[in-house]
């Protein structure tokens, strides 16, 4: 008797979520659909949130514009830096080898003495 009663309560709980599958039931306020496009309140949070953002956004740019101008004083810092030591090879490279320009005309001297 009581395997046949739990057997039958068994069924009828698969037969209700069978049902229920195929037509379900609305939840409780839930009625039509939900035009939040022409609600006053949620608009005016929506537009906050972006107004939020895109402040956000804008003070992120102002950081990268002086992170920009920090790093152009650096680079032209390296530029004079390396000019300079352009210069004193140069020089040091004249003291070497007496001024001898090649690109400008000048001829390697000859091996005397021989």
Known sequence: ?????????FTFLILLSFLDF???????????????DKDPTYLAKLNAANIKAMKNE?????????DIKILSGIVEN????????????????????????LEGGDQLPS????
């Open 58 to 66: 804008i003070e992120d740019s102002k950081k990268l514009k002086e």
């Open 22 to 36: 195929i037509n379900p039931s609305f939840k409780e306020g839930a009625r039509g659909s939900c035009n939040l």
């Open 111 to 114: 091996v005397d003495g021989l």
């Open 1 to 9: 008797m009581i395997v046949s009663v739990v057997i039958l309560f």
């Open 78 to 101: 390296n530029a004079k830096s390396i000019k300079s030591m352009s210069d004193e090879l140069k020089s040091s490279a004249d003291e070497l080898t007496g001024g001898l320009d």
